[in-house]
């Protein structure tokens, strides 16, 4: 994983990259997930809504939320936030089920 430079990273912490999906990539034990949770904790501190949370978790919920006929009402509480922090996104091997989550909602 390369770090951002010094510039890119005062815009990370003062939110500018909440306006689209940016991805942290790199060998595991590189620091990724501490890197996002204190862009989680800066925008908390810029009062914005945020959400950490693991795929397998986000995926568990959404199946959930499919079987009791749930998912607009779960999906549309997602959208409420000013950023989701979605982790371990390499270790989560999606099932089936979840595509059909995402055929869904198209």
């Known amino acids: ?4 430079t010094s510039r890119v990273f005062q815009q990370l ?4 990259w909440l306006k689209v999906a940016t991805w942290l990539l790199g ?10 949770i204190g862009l989680g904790v800066a ?4 009062r914005r809504r945020v959400r950490f949370t693991t795929a397998a978790q986000l995926v568990n919920e ?9 998912l607009n009402r779960v999906t549309n509480r997602w959208t409420r936030y000013d950023l989701i922090v979605i982790d371990e996104m390499a270790y989560v091997a ?6 059909e989550v995402r055929n869904a909602r198209r």
Do not use: V, Y
Request: proline fraction near 5%; glycine fraction near 8%; aromatic fraction near 2%.
């Open 1 to 4: 994983m390369s770090f951002p």
């Open 13 to 16: 912490c003062c939110g500018i």
């Open 27 to 36: 060998e595991a034990g590189t620091g990724k997930t501490h890197l996002a």
């Open 43 to 46: 925008a908390c501190r810029q």
């Open 62 to 70: 959404l199946i959930e939320a499919k079987n009791k006929s749930e």
């Open 94 to 99: 999606m099932p089936e089920a979840a595509a």
